[in-house]
């Protein structure tokens, strides 16, 4: 068992997953192993349909493995979900409409058997840029500002595992940056073990400690690259030699050709 001041430690162990059955099988994943440090923050990178997303379900309790297990500080996603101690953020942010975005949040708050706390949610609302808006439906607020809010959702429970699946996908370029600059700073501020998956590799290279790349389907882990970067991570350091190589190195794992030199 990991400290109260960490995320939780994560295994994968022996997983598979196959979707119909006989000779109509198809397996979405082969038998993995890998294992997410607790308060790191691991990024899934590999080609589309190659069973990313299937993965993030599986170790958030959403989905279950055809074999192999998966267990959280040693106890099943199922358990772990049940206390309301895993958050999972989509590409579509998924507020409830009719509910203004201070309501949303207290509604998770709710679901999870949290106690309401006001102040925690004007204080995330304030850390994610939404201060004044919290009355707003999400009708009202552009795509990032929605992001924003489900991003907040996410972390008013003060999760111990953060699964994040393409969260900025649906935004601009311009604002996807901007988010990538600025949430991983509120959320790796919290003893929060986190895992994205996303089909930006230069995304990967910001946010995460480690990169596992991934293979065509049935997903098998290709490359487990670490990024040993400083944090927090900033605009500048997208250019630099060392940012540069990273993404080389995963572009390189991934069959893209890059100019860039690629170490043995």
Not at 61 to 79: F, M, N, R
Not at 191 to 213: F, N, Q
């Amino acid at each position: 068992m990991t400290s109260p001041t960490e995320g939780p430690r994560v295994e994968v162990a022996g997983v598979g997953k196959q979707y119909g059955s006989g000779v109509r099988a198809v397996d979405a994943i082969a038998s993995l192993d890998l294992q997410l440090r607790p308060g790191t923050t691991t990024a899934l990178v590999g080609p589309s349909g190659c069973g990313k997303s299937t993965l993030l379900r599986i170790i958030a309790g959403l989905d279950h493995p055809t074999s192999g297990s998966v267990t959280i500080d040693g106890e099943s996603p199922d358990a772990y979900r049940a206390r309301g101690d895993i958050a999972v953020a989509f590409q579509d942010p998924a507020l409830l409409p009719w509910r203004s975005i201070e309501s949303n949040l207290s509604l998770a708050l709710k679901l999870t058997r949290r106690p309401a706390d006001a102040e925690r949610i004007a204080h995330l609302l304030k850390l994610v840029g939404l201060e004044g808006f919290e009355k707003s439906r999400p009708a009202q607020l552009s795509g990032g500002m929605r992001q924003r809010a489900a991003i907040a959702r996410c972390l008013v429970t003060q999760p111990r595992l953060l699964l994040l699946d393409e969260p900025f996908g649906a935004v601009d370029e311009l604002t996807r940056r901007r988010l990538n600059l600025e949430l991983p700073v509120i959320w790796q501020s919290q003893p929060t073990t986190t895992l994205l998956v996303t089909h930006s590799i230069t995304e990967a290279v910001l946010l995460s400690d480690e990169i596992i790349v991934l293979s065509p389907r049935p997903a098998q882990i290709v490359a487990r690259v670490d990024v040993e970067i400083e944090k927090p991570r900033r605009a500048d350091q997208l250019t630099s030699p060392e940012f540069v190589d990273l993404v080389a190195r995963v572009e390189h794992h991934l069959g893209i050709d890059s100019q860039a030199a690629i170490p043995a």
